[in-house]
């Protein structure tokens, strides 16, 4: 899972400094998880990342914020509270979820937002 840093956020998934109105910039839909290093339930969440980003390789890409690290993207998210994922579908707007979601949860959401 890659993680991502501000250029490599505005190449991939959103250029949020030229785009006010969401364009999405991606080959494959995408999961990004914000979290951050001391975060208990991001902790519960990152190996079942893991394991989705292998059960859909090719069909979605999964990617890491850390919000400690990478504060200026989670400010531009309006990012309060972790785990935060946001979920960019191909066309379409994103929508966020919060909280260390169950496998079923995440598979639901997956299939019904970025895969439908």
Known sequence: MEHLTKDTFIAKVFN???NKDWKFE???PCLIDF???WCQPCKMVAPILEELSKEYEGKINIYKIDTEDQQELAGAFGIRSIPSLLFCPKNGQPQMAQGALPKDTLIQAINDVLLK
């Open 16 to 18: 949020y400094e030229q």
């Open 26 to 28: 991606g080959e494959l």
């Open 35 to 37: 979290y951050a290093d």
